[in-house]
């Protein structure tokens, strides 16, 4: 039947999405590796799969969404992965955060074996997710992209396509990331600054996330910054430091130098070193920026 | 009479903020480097002064918005300088982007000669000059804030109280200017990148700039940045890079290390020295982090 | 017989390390990629071969010398390559500038396979090479460093030992090489601040290469840098590119923030992006310090 | 009487200067802040002066070697200052390490006032200069230069002439100490990343600084930072972060990008506000890249 389709992560933003697919009337064929985390959805529109390869058998779509590239090619490429089982002509949306090689190597391999692959990664945190507001780019072949629609429109505010080429959607989640992180980084100095100079810093949080930079990125990052708050954690910095990497292997691959992007590299790494890799990424800059100037 | 004040610096923001300061009716004692500036201005609102001095004469108001601390410190403290005329008691509104020592330094000599000095900087271009929209931040004496207060309102959509401290409203201003030429850069090499790797700079500008970044200074500065547009020029790189210097030196007062600043210092800088120094700053950070790459 | 070994690499360095071997009386079988290069060597003491196989075929010892990691990878485990022919219980000793982590892996390769493998990279130009003036960093099993021993002898002034584990003379060969590439790009920032000022490079060259910085990589480097000589190309810089990404990979894989790292590979990112990819290392560093500056 | 001398600065190089005078024969009217330091020297050849005008009263020549520029300013411009009292006609040896601009400044007030200034600022710690092995730079005018040979040969093993201009040695001195500082992090960050990849950070500073960087710099500093041995304190970093401001502005003044000045600003920086002010400069840097690693 047309409405089953593989879903296979279910993580901070998966388990959203999965359930906003269910209340689309989709049923899912759930794979993720700590599979009581399904127990979360309806049972009546759930199949409990054991291994990536069940949940894209008979399907004509599988999502995925998972933390990194390595991930992403073991479930798909693995012993028991999606390639063993997915039909042909079925089509893989891959809305994980990767590199454009990796979309790529998989919509070549993907083509081999007479199946689809198409990028879709996306923007917003749990609470986008939640509520359907997520950003969801996709690039790749025209028929792909017909054929996810439907599907990504039960996801996201918008879909939008940035060509042909299988990579570029993960270029922009990419380049996204970099200028999110960019702008914390800015404000964990600028706010700084201003706490040395003797002002309140949420004052000037308040001020720039209200005039100049209001926007809820200024904002909600904003605030989190201006007030030391690292917890409840959202999003771990050694995931931030994977998307630093991304974003850096990208500058060298195409030759395009980013000293912002050296610096974020940089403040990233280091806070791995530290062992700050569980904490939130919040944690990693703002502290970062805090023990630099001795406060 | 109360509605006569003192205004120094016909620049582009300059400009229009006489031109409101006449519509809420104040009369002006208008002096500016070049005098011939104040024709635009309605006569009948307006006295053209020779000097400085002259522009101070017998108001309880003076606005200077000057070039930088140098130009203030000269007008001020200079031969024919504000100080030689402008009576006891009355109020210097300094709106220049200057230091934040420049603003302690005049503080104290105003106060020794019987008058009060105010820094009341602001954020927003030429339009928003015009149209009443500038923001305006001011810190400093009670008294001389409330005494400013009805003046600043005929010119922005809000003043902001950033406390007791001389300086303080120029530090939150640096820091705004900062962010400002950060957010340039970002989008600069975000769309470098994307670029390089075969996007659409202005589709991938115009996406951030009406998703999670829909914010003028990202949708303006990154839709100039995006298509390469550097002209006309309406902020200099010159003055981008006094900007930047000051940040930089308040980073070293305040013994803050700032990765951004650095990085960004060095971009204009390297404008300058490239000869560079009059165009617009969007062209010294996008034509900078283009060369970088190649293209 | 025992003073057969194989060899393969005719760069540079390597058509260099050739003759010494010859002179120390060992018969070479040769394999590069243009064979025609082993003209230059006497034939009476070598063995012309069409394959990295045919070279390593019933030596006791095979050395390689080439360009990156792809390459000796593919020399060694591709088709036609090393591993095809190595005898068991031969040694392969790798001079290359790689990474730790292609030393370890083949390292395992060549166990699996009953033979073995020795990181024995190098320090030194050609002309170092020709005069048996070449540092040699070794580090591995210490059986391959006794065989290899009275080889390497033949080579360099000095063969030194950095223990046991596969790849750490690899580590120490690109720290070095590291640390040369910011010796150079210390000395243009320094040269290029002396010539704006009004002085000259070259006696400022010339003073601190015979006081304070008196060894050849001060003033070598220090002399062309200063007179901005830049041919002939002595060692390119995509090779040296190379050589900073394998320094910024290890900062990154062992968690070690590097400032200068990142400099430098901005530095040659830069270079290789505007086309300057086939210039000696000099050029790269010299001309991208001076064109930052405007001169 | 020709051989006595006014001498102003007593620090860890100045009193070994002063000794060294003192064996050549010299008379020597000195003065320091903390006077009682001169009882360290032989008192037969030493009149202890309450203030600066005091010392340089009815000398020929008066060397100074102070702190910073403000220090240099206030002993020389200030109330009972050098100028107070310094003969027509007499000489300034200025040694300090000071800014060009200093020099500058000086050169033209001794100019009005008849008498002359010398830039001669020198390379060498404390047992160099007991040694007299400190390499001394000097420029501006030929007559002073000429008058000022006798004296400074008595100081050191060599008298470098930077040329005609004021400030000229004082570019020498600064670009030379940033070399200094640029060799000891780029060796931390080699050491450290040799650490964290399981070698000996001293065999490694060892091999480097008994070949390819075989200079007292890379050995001794080397040693230190491979030890992790920061006492005692020889430097103190807030003096090397006032070497950096120097180099830093200098970048400015002349227009000159320099990304490893940027880098050691950062870092000596980051150290002063960690309150690392009074250690070891070798420990601001060799301490700064292990906690960035975490180790």
Same mark, same amino acid.
């Given at each position: 039947?047309?409405?089953?389709?593989? !879903?296979?992560? %279910?993580?901070?933003?998966?388990?959203?999405?999965?359930?906003?697919?269910?209340?689309?009337?989709?049923?899912?064929? $759930?794979?993720?590796?700590?599979?009581?985390? &399904?127990?979360?959805?309806?049972?009546?529109? $759930?199949?409990?799969?054991?291994?990536?390869?069940?949940?894209?058998?008979?399907?004509? #779509?599988? #999502?995925?969404?998972?933390?990194?590239?390595?991930?992403?090619?073991?479930?798909? %490429?693995?012993?028991?992965?999606?390639?063993?089982?997915?039909?042909?002509?079925?089509?893989?949306?891959?809305?994980?955060?990767?590199?454009?090689?990796?979309?790529?190597?998989?919509?070549?391999?993907?083509?081999?074996?007479?199946?689809?692959?198409?990028?879709?990664?996306?923007?917003?945190?749990?609470? &986008?997710?939640?509520?359907?507001?997520?950003?969801?780019?996709?690039?790749?072949?025209?028929?792909?992209?017909?054929?996810?629609?439907?599907?990504?429109?039960?996801?996201?505010?918008?879909?939008?396509? !940035?060509?042909?080429? &299988?990579?570029?959607?993960?270029?922009?989640?990419?380049?996204?990331?970099?200028? #999110?992180?960019?702008?914390?980084?800015?404000?964990?100095?600028?706010?700084?600054?201003?706490?040395?100079?003797?002002?309140?810093?949420?004052?000037?949080?308040?001020?720039?996330?209200?005039?100049?930079?209001?926007?809820? #990125?200024?904002?909600?990052?904003?605030?989190?910054?201006?007030?030391?708050?690292?917890?409840?954690?959202?999003?771990?910095?050694? %995931?931030?430091?994977?998307?630093?990497?991304?974003?850096?292997?990208?500058?060298?691959?195409?030759?395009?130098?980013?000293?912002?992007?050296?610096? %974020?590299?940089?403040?990233?790494?280091?806070?791995?070193?530290?062992?700050?890799?569980?904490?939130?990424?919040?944690?990693?800059?703002?502290?970062?920026?805090?023990?630099?100037?001795?406060?």
């Amino acid at each position: 039947m047309e409405k089953k389709i593989g !879903f296979i992560g %279910l993580g901070t933003i998966g388990i959203h999405m999965a359930q906003n697919l269910i209340k689309s009337g989709y049923h899912l064929q $759930v794979y993720n590796r700590t599979l009581s985390k &399904a127990d979360e959805l309806d049972p009546a529109y $759930v199949t409990k799969c054991q291994t990536p390869a069940n949940a894209a058998e008979g399907v004509h #779509i599988v #999502i995925t969404i998972l933390s990194d590239d390595d991930v992403l090619k073991e479930i798909t %490429l693995g012993n028991q992965g999606i390639m063993e089982k997915l039909p042909e002509h079925a089509l893989h949306i891959s809305m994980s955060t990767v590199s454009p090689e990796t979309s790529e190597h998989l919509t070549l391999l993907h083509e081999e074996a007479g199946s689809h692959y198409l990028a879709a990664p996306l923007f917003g945190r749990a609470e &986008a997710a939640e509520a359907r507001k997520l950003w969801i780019c996709v690039s790749g072949d025209q028929h792909a992209k017909d054929t996810a629609k439907p599907v990504l429109d039960c996801l996201g505010q918008g879909v939008i396509d !940035f060509g042909e080429s &299988a990579g570029g959607a993960n270029v922009v989640k990419i380049a996204g990331n970099f200028m #999110i992180m960019a702008s914390m980084e800015m404000m964990a100095e600028a706010y700084t600054l201003a706490e040395k100079n003797g002002l309140d810093r949420a004052q000037v949080a308040s001020f720039f996330g209200s005039t100049l930079f209001n926007v809820p #990125i200024f904002q909600n990052y904003g605030r989190a910054i201006a007030n030391k708050q690292y917890e409840p954690v959202g999003f771990k910095s050694k %995931l931030g430091y994977k998307d630093a990497r991304l974003a850096f292997k990208l500058s060298q691959t195409s030759q395009t130098p980013m000293p912002l992007v050296n610096a %974020l590299h940089s403040r990233l790494l280091s806070a791995v070193a530290k062992g700050w890799g569980e904490a939130d990424w919040i944690e990693a800059i703002g502290r970062g920026v805090s023990e630099d100037a001795g406060v």
